[in-house]
């Protein structure tokens, strides 16, 4: 029987990664997703990875319930991946009330959904890194109290929460992976890792002079999007769910991970890079580790794509797109 998934957030970075394994294994691939003005569904990632035409759309928001309720009936999915989101963290503090709703009351309305009319489906929710926010253990695991500092990571903390309670109260399969920082092409622009390759990719093109960032000390854990959708895939394989970090245990700067951008393309990050306050967050969270070791005893997940060589993706892939 061919297993069917329904993927919250297709048309974003890990949607669209998600997708693509999940068609790879076999499956019927279900992606919810908002129409816009300006083009029916933005399928931009999946047309990057010629995917649009194998994966079905289902118009719909997360915020609407009963369309929630009636896509969950008319698909009936065996496995639901919800991974939408607000999930810029800066724009939180701009739009806190839409993020709750989103990012928060969102899962609640798809777990809400799961359960009324589809309650063997397994479930996953994206889960974050930012949740631990001031540090209260220097290696971050399941088990490390939280302390969120932003209205996203309040809000993913709510999701969090409630996917352990409906596993606690309804026996639903739920899991939830803490996902620390993964980045690809496929990241949006305003992310601090694509908006370095971006713009390196204009500076060694001619397009710009200098690179604009905010907290450069910043110290984050970064993987590649496509190890961390195995990761997902693979928690919704157990008999039993659970909770998992996924990291790849090694933290870096932003200001040494932009330098490996610049390095690449034989540039001197200190002839580009301006500091401009304007960028600085009204709370940051300083550094983040994960230690992804329950993920590996319990399923043998490993990251395969290092920081560097993702970078050097990355770059690449920007100078192509500005070249064309
Ligand atoms: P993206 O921002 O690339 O994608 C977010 C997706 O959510 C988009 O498809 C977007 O649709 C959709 N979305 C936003 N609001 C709504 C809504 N109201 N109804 C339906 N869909 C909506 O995020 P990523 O792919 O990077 O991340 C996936 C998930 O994982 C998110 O929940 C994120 O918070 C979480 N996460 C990400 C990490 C990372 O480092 N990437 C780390 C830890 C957690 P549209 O295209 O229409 O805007
Ligand atoms: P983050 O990712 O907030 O960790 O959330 P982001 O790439 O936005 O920031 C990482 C760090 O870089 C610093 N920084 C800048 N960030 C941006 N965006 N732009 C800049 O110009 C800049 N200069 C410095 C930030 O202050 C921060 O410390 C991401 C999202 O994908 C979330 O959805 C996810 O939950 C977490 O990762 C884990």
């Known amino acids: 029987m061919t297993k069917k998934a329904l993927v919250t957030g297709i048309t974003g970075q890990d949607g669209a990664y998600l997708a693509q394994l999940l068609l790879e294994k076999g499956y019927e691939v279900h992606g919810l997703a908002r129409r ?6 933005n399928l931009t990632r999946l047309e990057w990875l010629g995917i649009d035409r194998d ?4 118009d719909g928001d997360l915020l609407d319930l009963s369309g929630l309720i009636r896509t969950m009936k008319e698909v009936a999915p065996d496995e639901v991946y919800n991974l939408a989101a607000q999930s810029f963290v800066k724009s939180s503090w701009q739009q806190p009330i839409l993020t709750g709703q989103v990012t928060g009351l969102g899962v609640a309305n798809v777990l809400e959904a799961v359960r009324l009319e589809k309650p063997d489906a397994r479930f996953y929710q994206a889960s974050s890194s930012e949740m631990y926010g001031l540090i209260q253990e220097p290696m971050q695991t399941e088990t490390t109290p939280f302390y969120p500092r932003s209205p996203y990571a309040v809000a993913k903390l709510y999701g969090h929460w409630l996917t352990v309670n409906y596993r606690e109260s309804f026996g639903l399969h739920a899991s939830s992976g803490i996902l620390f920082n993964h980045e690809s092409p496929l990241r949006g622009i305003e ?4 908006k370095v390759t971006d713009g390196v990719a204009r500076i060694k093109l001619g397009l710009a002079k200098e690179l604009r960032l905010g907290n450069i000390d910043a110290k984050r854990d970064w993987g590649h999007s496509k190890d961390y959708v195995r990761a997902m895939w693979l928690m919704l394989q157990q008999d039993e769910a659970d909770d998992y970090v996924i990291a790849t245990g090694r933290t870096t700067t932003v200001r040494e991970m932009c330098r490996l951008a610049f390095e690449h393309v034989g540039l001197n990050i200190d002839d580009h890079l301006v500091i401009d306050p304007a960028l600085f967050r009204p709370a940051e969270v300083d550094v983040l580790l994960g230690n992804p070791q329950k993920a590996k005893d319990k399923f043998g997940w490993e990251p395969k794509i290092p920081l560097e060589e993702m970078i050097v993706e990355m770059v690449e892939a920007d100078l192509k797109r500005l070249k064309k």
């Not at 816009?36 to 569904?41: F, L, N, P, R």
């Not at 992310?191 to 694509?194: A, D, L, P």
Request: charged share 20%; hydrophobic share 45%; proline share 0%.
């Open 36 to 41: 816009s003005s300006t083009s029916d569904v």
């Open 55 to 58: 994966v079905r759309i289902v």
């Open 191 to 194: 992310f601090v890792t694509r």
